[in-house]
């Protein structure tokens, strides 16, 4: 029985830290649907009367479920990894306002009814290093992100005017990440983690902005031809984006926690060329030998 266990053990470690070929180059791309849920709120004050207001989403309707696309684009080339993706999701919703509510230093009464959006939009560009590559593998990516977070309030003044209050902005914010992925024949287990920042000013207001999204999925590699391989993955998302604006109206805050599965399908292509990474110091002993 022990020696059984010996054997096992140095098995399972020789599997872990095995060296395996794979294509010198890939290139390939995917689709993603998402089916997130909206959490989180906004809250406000106006320095001229001091009027402030603090809204959940769960207060107002707007935690809700929608579905939402992303793209990717990317190839892999040797330990290096280079990928392009964007993605927009819209959350609607109708509401009675619970509390006297000040934005854009326009005020809506307690009670006013009011519809309203919220979009969230981003696209990235990052690179990823293979710290390790064998039989699973692990590495770090930097990289851009060019973020969006948007709403837009519409309601009724007291003179029967459509009034629409909100703000579209855009936040250009460095990204780092990283992501490790066990690899079982056509069977792959992945999880990435990121975030992003932004500090700086944009139209005489002061923005801080924080982002950062955790993911984990399951992929089937479910057909294959000599260069061509197709694969479906099930995975589920947790993505944060926390926003402060001040300016000499006021300051504003909103938090926006969004959750929820997702489904995509990718195709990839391979090169004929295989190649295994060897340190330096194995190539050394091989040449010796």
Do not use: C
Request: hydrophobic share 35%.
């Amino acid at each position: 029985m022990k020696n059984t266990l010996i054997v096992v053990l140095i098995t399972i470690s020789t599997a872990l830290s095995a060296q395996i070929e794979r294509p010198k180059w890939e290139f390939g791309g995917g689709v993603r649907l998402n089916y997130m849920g909206l959490n989180g709120g906004f809250s406000g004050f106006r320095n001229s009367d001091g009027q402030k207001f603090d809204i959940e989403y769960d207060e107002i309707g707007m935690n809700t479920f929608s579905p939402s696309f992303a793209i990717a684009l990317g190839g892999r080339y040797k330990k290096w990894n280079l990928e392009f993706a964007g993605s927009r999701g819209s959350y609607d919703g109708s509401f009675i306002i619970p509390a006297d509510m000040s934005r854009d230093d326009i005020q809506i009464d307690s009670g006013s009814s009011v519809n309203g959006t919220v979009d969230m939009s981003m696209y990235a560009m990052f690179t990823n290093f293979a710290l390790i590559q064998k039989r699973h593998d692990l590495g770090v990516g930097i990289g851009f992100l060019l973020l969006n977070m948007g709403t837009d309030y519409t309601t009724i003044d007291t003179n029967d005017q459509e009034v629409k209050i909100g703000d579209d902005q855009w936040f250009p914010m460095p990204f780092l990440a990283v992501s490790g992925r066990l690899n079982f024949n056509k069977f792959k287990v992945a999880g990435t983690a990121g975030g992003a920042f932004f500090k700086g000013t944009i139209d005489d207001a002061d923005y801080d902005v924080v982002y950062y999204t955790f993911d984990v999925s399951v992929t089937y590699e479910f057909l294959q031809t000599a260069r061509l391989t197709y694969s479906a993955d099930l995975g589920y998302r947790d993505l944060f984006m926390d926003l402060d604006m001040e300016n000499e109206v006021g300051w504003y805050h909103e938090k926006d926690i969004y959750k929820g599965p997702y489904a995509s399908l990718r195709i990839k292509f391979s090169s004929d060329e295989m190649w295994k990474y060897v340190k330096r110091k194995d190539r050394v002993k091989s040449s010796s030998n």
